[in-house]
């Protein structure tokens, strides 16, 4: 069963950086396609940026340009580098294996939270 363990949220203000990462439990990670998401207080969960096995990436329109995806095959982790973080921006982020179109395969972690101010 994989595990997924996000970390690097905090509080930050507008303007500002913050690096996320998930830890993937399992020896199919390299495999894999995988995905950031989130979900503000009383939204849907969306799809924020996803990348392949092969590196390919993948962004929502609302953070292409300010965030970026990467993964260390190496280290089982998958990191979002956020820039010129938005009020909008604030939200718990979660990170999933993915399928088509970016589907999400497995149980969700606890996720990590990301708070901007304004």
């Keep these: 069963q994989v595990q997924l363990v996000e970390s690097g949220g905090g509080l930050v203000q507008a303007g500002g950086s913050l690096r996320l990462s998930c830890a993937a439990s399992g020896s ?44 260390d095959n190496t280290k089982n982790t998958v990191y979002l580098q956020m820039n010129s973080l938005k009020p909008e921006d604030t939200a718990v982020y979660y990170c999933n294996t993915a399928g088509g179109i970016w589907y999400p395969l497995r149980s969700w972690g606890q996720g990590t939270q990301v708070t901007v101010s304004s």
Aim: without cysteine; charged residues 25%.
């Design 28 to 71: 199919s990670f390299n495999r894999n396609a995988m995905a950031w998401y989130r979900q503000a207080p009383g939204k849907r969960r969306e799809l924020v940026a996803g990348i392949t096995s092969g590196g390919n990436t993948n962004y929502a329109d609302s953070v292409k340009g300010r965030f970026t995806i990467s993964r």
